[in-house]
């Protein structure tokens, strides 16, 4: 199946974007904030999974922190960051209560934040993962349910 005429069109626009200075100056400034993201995250006692990033994105492993990836998505989002629930190599839980969190910074970016204002989403995280500490999702689904309903209602209330 071949790309429509618009499609092809809109294609075109985007590599002729990707190949400018800016382009280029700003995929280097989403790496640059990502690794201070990742660095300042480190800093706080969080555990990275691949200590640290090269790219745009980065994994929170939260079993050393004793919580679940479900429970770290939704304090984010209620403090007005948007991360995705992620597994991580050798998790223990099944996919639909993950141990991890997976961020990046091209959103970020794109709102002109550079290092400086990474450092201070880090300390938002590190503050949201350390209220939350020990908030592990139980095993049991009907228990899981219910726990997450009594969460996102004390949420709300914060």
């Known amino acids: 199946m071949g790309l429509t005429t618009i499609q092809q069109r809109v294609l075109h626009r985007l590599l ?3 190949d400018t200075a800016a382009f280029k100056k700003y995929g280097q400034q989403i ?3 990502a690794k201070t993201l990742a660095t300042e995250l480190k800093k706080g006692g969080l ?3 691949t200590d640290g990033t090269e790219c745009h994105l980065m994994v929170i492993d939260l079993r050393p922190n004793q919580l679940s990836g479900n429970v770290v998505a939704e304090a984010l989002e209620a403090a007005g960051i948007v991360v995705n629930r992620n597994s991580v190599p050798n998790d223990p839980s099944p996919p639909f209560i993950p141990s991890g969190v997976r961020l990046g910074t091209p ?3 794109t709102v002109a934040m550079k290092e400086k204002e ?3 989403v880090a ?3 590190l503050k949201v993962v350390d209220h939350e500490k020990g908030r592990m999702l139980p ?3 009907a228990e899981r349910a219910a726990f997450m309903k009594s969460f996102r209602a004390g949420l709300s209330k914060r």
């Open 118 to 120: 990474m450092k201070l």
């Open 31 to 33: 790496v640059k904030n």
């Open 123 to 125: 300390s938002w995280i």
């Open 47 to 49: 555990t990275l999974v």
């Open 139 to 141: 095993a049991d689904k």
């Open 16 to 18: 002729i974007e990707a």
């Open 107 to 109: 959103g970020l970016t």
